[in-house]
C-alpha cells in the first residue's frame, strides 16, 4: 500500500507560504494522491523524476513540491519556489 508521509522540513516550508498558497498546494497534494493510487496524470500535475529518489510537482507557476520514493512511501520534502528547490537538490544529493 502506497503512502503519503510528511517530513518536518516540508512542515517548516509549509509555514512560510501564504494562505492562497496553501490552498494551491492543498488542490495538488489532492492531485497527486490520486495519482498514487490512480496511475492517471493530472494535467498540470508535471510530476517528473529529479534525480535518482527524487520527484517534483508543480502547486502552480512558481511553486513546487520534493517528494523523495523510499519503496512505497512518498516522502513530502520541501515546497518552494525554483532556488528553494535548486539549493535543497545542491545540498542532499
Known amino acids: 500500500m502506497k503512502r503519503v508521509l510528511i517530513l518536518p522540513s516540508f512542515e517548516r516550508s509549509l509555514k512560510r507560504l501564504t494562505p492562497k498558497d496553501r ?4 488542490r495538488s497534494l489532492e ?8 496511475g492517471d496524470l493530472p494535467p498540470g500535475l508535471g510530476f ?11 502547486v502552480d507557476i512558481r511553486l513546487r513540491v520534493i517528494v523523495k520514493a523510499e519503496n512505497d ?4 520534502v520541501l515546497v518552494g519556489n525554483h ?10 544529493r
Open 31 to 38: 492531485a497527486f494522491n490520486s495519482f498514487l493510487f490512480s
Open 23 to 26: 490552498n494551491k498546494l492543498s
Open 83 to 92: 532556488n528553494e528547490v535548486k539549493m535543497y537538490l545542491r545540498d542532499f
Open 73 to 76: 512511501d512518498y516522502c513530502l
Open 48 to 58: 517528473k523524476k529529479i534525480n535518482h529518489d527524487k520527484y517534483e510537482f508543480r
